[in-house]
């Protein structure tokens, strides 16, 4: 089951990158795919839906996750699905291939990638050492990190969960700081100030999940994307607010898509993408896009060769007169 | 609670009176103890046993388990070992791949699935998925290429892991979604990488084998009732758990996240090292020996958790039915000797009645037959002569006492006896001018050995006092004897040292017993305050007058004693006002609580007060001696008889008229002035002419016999003539330092015969007598005193 999920993802990525759909959706609902399985990273979504915030917004919004038989560009390539999540530096390789994506709403303000060595070692004195990657495309900052600090690793590219790593196949691995750490954790894996490298604590701090639909899409639903963004915000506040109650409509979601989680887990995550929202200079949930970071990714990306050209800010925001 | 404390105050006290309830406890405690003990022992190595029983018994399921899963995870190696050598030998011919892949199903049915998946576009014609893959649908075997843009195998673990691990490997478990079944199967993937022949890595062969059978072996381990087993992945993963819904979703370590708990942590890192082992922890707040064991090659591991409570619960039913068994024996041990111990003892309880019986005082009273050989028939015999033996001695006490009594009677009589021996009459002041005299003797015991007696003799006070040594009806007798010998003698002498040897004489000849007696003797002449006395060893009387001084006694020794002994003769003058105090050592030897005593100091510093508050007449001083001996004493037994008398001498001296003295030589010559003088002093007072001739004529012949024979022929010496004179009375003292002679020892002169032939001096003496009142002699030491005394008839 578990690569089966996975390999959707990879599917999704391809059709985004090769394929662009631009056929808008006949229907005025929104069907929103959250770009992973059932799970607390996206808490905000589903108070939102389960409170009614999205039906009292005055809007239509129907959450689909990605599955094993359908994965969520072909929804999106078909119409099936109208808006989704993407991290940033995901969005910009989408965007400088080809396919002018809106950012309506941003929910990360930090990022959240971390490498987690093994035995105990640094995972900067560990020059070429086997580093696990996701093979859907997430961890462009670490390649440019081992680029800039010429850590020569050897990245593997995998589609499944720590097991890899667990096994004792790799030296490290990259993980998310609400998700993989805390399954490395789940899986005995000890962790340490030495052992664990976080991203946003040596000049990475690139934000990540933020929701994006097709500008050819946007453009012709302003006022609903609108809507949705700002009920979907609504849900992150009162997840923020209520983080039991919201915890129990994630267990729900989990248990509908027989999610092989836990409570334990699934708290922990809510937790820390919580305390990813909040802004590190202003202590606040912004909910915005900053500038500076999207220059920053944009340009370190485009440095390693991952960007054709820089994207720019306005590329990505609402405002941005069509091309 | 205070009423719990009375109740186990009233339990106790019930205990400490009843001996058989006593003795049932201590014997019964006792054995308690030693139960308790065997016990303990016995409880510890059962327990121990079950506990190796348990241990034995995991083990072996342990052991057994992870020998099948060894068995088939061994054929799973070989056959991929198999298919592997035939791949690399013809790697060059894609579509038999599908036959090996095929073929490893149709020889195994009981394996999975298998796919033999190469490297992105090794096989230029197939494109960037290649991989034979062969599954049971169903009954029927199904092979297609299993790569595709869905599943791009080679970022699979199973793909990913040999290579890296550089050696075949087994994955982690998985749960595969069967789509012909719409199930899950728990499966785990053996997979060995395929090389050309230069060694590079060209693919991947991978063998699976459902472990859904295992899930259930494992699931149905049950060695005890509440026990079950689990099964971890490396990842620490649930594969079997008795919660399902933990299956594949946790971890050993999930809950560790939230709760830390060392125990659990350190299992799983066991586990997943792959370690054998048994733990005792606590689960769920539930204590639990947990025994794990690796699962062969997959990476897993399998553990029986089992409740403690489980494994010893029948250990605890045997214990609690044995524990009990004891406890309602012991109880009944308790029951049975408390009613064994009573029904023995229930004779002393009837003998402890009759003893109360006897000791109210009926001794005659009936003690119970017992016919018992034991202690306690022996026990009643000994009482039964007790009770004789106490009527008896009773009687005798009965007579004793009646004895006693009669003694006591006999001593009071004899008390009242001794006591009318003493004067008791004491002359006062108003009844006599000269002396008053006051004495108290309280004996130590019912009779006493202390004495005092005094009586009036020719104008002398014959008095005296002594303690008889030794106490009570000897020392009394003796005392009594001694007053009746004091009267006796005191009738016939007038000088105490002569009576005092009298009385030694008599008493020392009949002492058989060697009692003695000191005693003080004193003859007080009242007109002239003279006082005569022999003290034998008796304390020393004191004078009080213008100070308190002792008078000075001579020691000679108790009478009684050597009857030979010569007590010698002291004298004193009186003076008017002068009090003499005697009394026993009784008085100086009286002892406070202390065994202090009160001693002379004391009576003297008594009478010296007395003295200063002029009350030192003799009722008065007794009287003050008695308080201050009283006080002094207190509370403390009298320890000796105490005597005390007082005489006060009280004769008012009156004035002579005339006190004239005249000297003379020892010549006949000299007497014309003695005549002279006598004319002068009878002429003086008055006195009539014949008796003052009758004088002269007197102390002619008293002086003349002195001239001519006081000193010897030849020999000067002086003849002393002093005369005291009044209207009443007229004195004459003659002395001389002379040959001691006392002319009063002469015998009266033979008045029939012719003055010629009668003895010189003999006549002389008679006529003085004739003459005079009263003539008295004494020596005192020196000179020869006559006193010639002539009462006037005014």
């Known amino acids: 089951m578990t690569f089966m999920r996975q390999a959707a993802y990879l599917f999704f990525l391809l059709v985004m990158v090769v394929a662009a759909p631009l056929a808008a ?5 929104i069907v929103f795919t959250p770009q992973w399985t059932a799970q607390a990273q996206f808490t905000g979504y589903y108070v939102a839906e389960a409170k009614g915030f999205y039906r009292e917004a005055g809007v239509k919004v129907r959450i689909e996750h990605p599955s094993a038989t359908q994965p969520a560009m072909s929804r999106l390539r078909a119409n099936e699905c109208q808006a989704t999540t993407l991290q940033l530096c995901q969005a910009l390789e989408i965007v400088d291939g080809g396919i002018p994506l809106v950012n309506i709403l941003q929910t990360s303000m930090n990022n959240a990638m971390v490498i987690v060595s093994a035995r105990d070692k640094d995972p900067l004195t560990q020059k070429g050492a086997r580093v696990g990657i996701w093979s859907v ?28 790593f667990v096994s004792g196949a790799l030296d490290a691995t990259l993980a998310m700081s609400y998700n993989e750490y805390y399954q490395l954790l789940q899986a005995g894996i000890q962790m340490s100030d030495k052992n664990v490298y976080r991203f946003c604590d040596h000049g990475y701090n690139v934000q990540e999940d933020g929701v994006y639909m097709t500008r050819a899409y946007y453009n012709q639903h302003r006022e609903q994307a609108h809507r949705f963004a700002e009920a979907s915000r609504k849900g992150w506040e009162w997840a923020a607010q209520h983080p039991e109650e919201a915890l129990d409509i994630v267990m729900q979601y989990v248990n509908k898509g027989r999610i092989a989680t836990n409570r334990v887990l699934q708290r922990l995550m809510l937790t820390e993408v919580l305390r990813l929202q909040a802004d590190r200079e202003s202590g606040k949930r912004e909910f915005r896009l900053r500038p500076d970071m999207v220059r920053q990714a944009s340009r370190m990306m485009h440095e390693n060769k991952m960007l054709s050209r820089e994207v720019t800010y306005e590329e990505l925001t609402e405002n941005e007169s069509p091309q | 609670m205070a009423q719990r404390h009375h109740n186990m105050n009233k339990i106790s006290s019930y205990i400490r009176r009843k001996l058989s309830v006593k003795v049932s406890l201590w014997v019964v405690m006792f054995a ?70 095929q073929g490893m199903l149709l020889n195994n049915p009981d394996f999975y699935n298998c796919s033999i998946a190469f490297e992105p576009y090794y096989f230029k014609e197939k494109g960037r998925y290649f991989s034979a893959y062969t599954k049971f649908d169903l009954d029927s075997l199904r092979t297609i290429q299993g790569g595709s843009d869905y599943y791009q195998y080679f970022y699979m673990d199973w793909y990913l892991m040999p290579t890296l691990l550089d050696r075949p490997c087994w994955t982690e478990p998985y749960m595969d979604f069967d789509v012909s079944t719409n199930s899950y199967e728990m499966v785990t993937s053996y997979c060995q990488a395929i090389k050309d022949n230069k060694g590079r890595k060209i693919g991947v062969i991978n063998t699976s084998l459902s472990l859904n059978w295992l899930s259930q072996t494992i699931s149905g381990v049950k060695p005890y009732p509440n026990s079950y087993s689990i099964m971890i992945g490396r990842g620490g993963t649930y594969f079997v758990h008795p919660d399902t819904t933990k299956i594949t979703r946790q971890t050993i370590f999930t809950q560790t996240l939230e709760q830390p708990d060392t125990a659990m942590t350190a299992l799983g890192h066991a586990m997943q090292r792959g370690e054998q082992g048994i733990k005792r922890m606590s689960i769920n707040n539930e204590d639990c020996y947990v025994f794990y064991k690796p699962l062969g090659k997959t990476g897993c591991s399998m553990a029986i958790v089992c409740p403690e409570d489980d494994i010893f619960s029948g250990f605890d039913r045997l214990r609690r039915a044995v524990m009990s068994m004891v406890i309602m024996g012991l109880f009944l041990m308790l029951f049975f000797f408390i009613r064994i111990i009573t029904r023995e003892l229930s004779p002393l309880r009837r003998l402890a009645l009759e003893a109360e019986t006897i000791a109210s005082g009926q001794f005659d009273a009936q003690l119970p037959e017992l016919h018992r050989t034991d202690e306690i028939g022996q026990l009643s015999n000994s009482f039964a002569d007790m009770q004789q033996s106490l009527v008896r001695y009773m009687g005798e006490l009965q007579d004793t006492t009646a004895q006693k009594a009669s003694i006591e009677r006999d001593l009071h009589i004899a008390s009242g006896i001794q006591m009318g021996m003493l004067p008791k009459n004491f002359p006062t002041y108003p009844d006599r001018d000269d002396v008053q005299l006051f004495a108290s003797l309280v004996p130590a015991k019912e009779v006493g050995g202390d004495l005092f007696d005094f009586y009036f003799h020719n104008e002398k006070l014959f008095f005296c006092i002594g303690d008889v040594s030794g106490k009570g009806v000897p020392a009394s007798l003796v005392m009594a004897v001694t007053r009746s010998i004091f009267r006796t003698v005191s009738a016939r002498e007038t000088e105490p040292h002569r009576i005092m040897t009298t ?41 009080i007058a213008e100070g308190v001084e002792t008078l000075p006694c001579d020691s000679n020794i108790p009478v009684g004693v050597l009857p030979s002994w010569s007590y010698t003769r002291q004298e004193a003058q009186i003076s008017t006002g002068t009090t003499i105090f005697l009394f026993t050592d009784g008085l100086t030897e009286a002892m406070n609580a202390d065994k202090e005593q009160f001693r002379q100091e004391r009576v003297d510093a008594v009478a010296a007060q007395a003295l200063e508050q002029r009350s030192y007449e003799p009722r008065q001083l007794i009287a003050q001696m008695t308080q201050a001996v009283h006080q002094f004493v207190g509370d403390a037994e009298q320890s000796d008889d105490l005597t005390m008398m007082a005489i006060q001498y009280i004769k008012k001296q009156d004035d002579p008229d005339i006190h004239k003295t005249l000297v003379l030589s020892n010549d006949i010559q000299q007497v014309p002035r003695l005549n002279d003088f006598v004319q002068e002093v009878c002429a003086d007072v008055h006195t009539p002419a014949p008796l003052a001739m009758q004088l ?11 001239i001519n024979y006081a000193y010897p022929p030849d020999t000067t010496g002086d003849v002393n003539i002093e005369t005291i004179a009044s209207d009443t009375q007229i004195q004459f003292i003659i002395s001389d330092s002379g040959t001691p002679f006392d002319p009063t020892l002469q015998p009266d002169a033979d008045t029939s015969l012719s003055a010629q032939q009668r003895p010189i001096g003999g006549l002389g003496i008679f006529l003085v007598r004739q003459i005079m009142d009263t003539v008295a002699y004494r020596h005192d030491g020196t000179h020869n005193i006559l006193t010639l005394t002539k009462t006037l008839k005014s």
């Open chain 2, 696 to 706: 002269q004529l007197a102390v002619e012949e008293a002086v003349v016999n002195v």
């Open chain 2, 503 to 543: 009385m030694n004489q008599a008493m020392a000849e009949m002492n058989q017993t060697n009692m003695f007696v000191t005693l003080f003797v004193g003859v007080l002449d009242l007109p002239t305050g003279h006082l005569l006395y022999s003290n034998a060893g008796h304390d020393a009387p004191l004078l």
């Open chain 1, 25 to 29: 959706a006949s229907d005025d609902t």
């Open chain 1, 137 to 164: 495309g997430f961890g462009q900052l670490a390649i440019c990190m081992s680029n800039k600090d010429h850590l020569d690793y050897q990245w593997v590219r995998f589609a499944q969960n720590v097991n890899l």
């Open chain 2, 32 to 101: 308690a103890v030693i139960f308790i003990a065997a016990l303990g022992i016995f409880f510890y190595q059962a327990r121990e046993a079950v506990r190796q029983e348990a241990i034995n018994r995991a083990t072996q399921i342990l052991d057994k388990t992870s020998l099948r899963v060894e068995g088939i995870l061994n054929r799973v190696e070989v056959a991929t070992d198999m298919t592997q050598w035939l791949v690399q030998r013809h790697p060059n011919n894609p579509d038999s791949m599908f036959v090996y892949s």
